[in-house]
């Protein structure tokens, strides 16, 4: 499924994110990697499969899209270092010839040292590139002529069947100025959005894409 965007094309994929195709980028909202390993850390027992599902996404993304970039729109690593830092690093060794670079988002509190280590290039500031502004929030005002592109939210929406079946699933949201990516990582919930007349809604369901 592909969408353009102030003359931009962008391929849709059921992974949970978008390939920005004039650019050869993929960009990536909310991998939260870490987050298990934190609550586990903090006496809180969660399993950790998910840990090695997102890694596993990652890795086969990007040997099916063989991006020139990775932009992650903020949220890569949840909160302070712990070991799956180091399992992302080598996923990064593995992808020389890819460009990674990250849109500094609220739960991004490591040392830069860390973000060095592992060749990543950080964005303090929202990333502007072809009428685009890729930020980790959506912005409350956007230049005139740009469209911004954003994470944080982790979009879903609730499906309903006949009888009282309800199904809450994630989304990507594409508004007359914004644009929504769903969260990456497994862990992580999603929070119901309310499209307005004219939007554009596409959910991941059962690993296929479907728009609403």
């Given at each position: ?30 991998l ?23 890694i596993?996404?990652l ?34 060794r ?35 590139e ?12 956007i ?9 944080h ?25 914004h644009?929504?990516?769903p969260a ?29």
């Amino acid at each position: 499924m592909e969408v353009n965007i102030e003359g931009n094309n962008f391929r849709l994929f059921e992974e949970k994110c978008l390939l920005w195709v004039d650019k050869n980028a993929l960009l990536i909202a909310d991998l939260h990697l870490g987050k298990i390993n934190h609550f586990r850390k903090s006496g809180i027992a969660v399993p950790s499969k998910p840990n090695d599902e997102n890694i596993d996404r990652l890795i086969s993304l990007l040997q099916k899209t063989k991006p020139r970039r990775v932009i992650f729109m903020g949220d890569l690593f949840h909160s302070h270092y712990n070991p799956e830092w180091e399992v992302f690093g080598q996923v990064i060794r593995y992808f020389p010839e890819v460009v990674f670079e990250l849109v500094v988002g609220n739960h991004d509190i490591m040392s830069g040292y860390q973000y060095e280590k592992v060749r990543l290039i950080r964005h303090d500031r929202p990333l502007k590139e072809g009428g685009l502004i890729l930020s980790h929030e959506p912005l409350d005002t956007i230049e005139a002529g740009c469209y911004n592109i954003a994470g944080h939210i982790h979009p879903g929406v609730t499906l309903r069947g006949k009888g009282r079946q309800a199904l809450r699933l994630p989304c990507f949201y594409f508004s007359q100025h914004h644009a929504l990516l769903p969260a990456f990582g497994q862990f992580t919930g999603t929070y119901r959005i309310k499209p307005q007349k004219g939007d554009k809604v596409v959910v991941i369901v059962e690993g296929k894409l479907m728009e609403v």
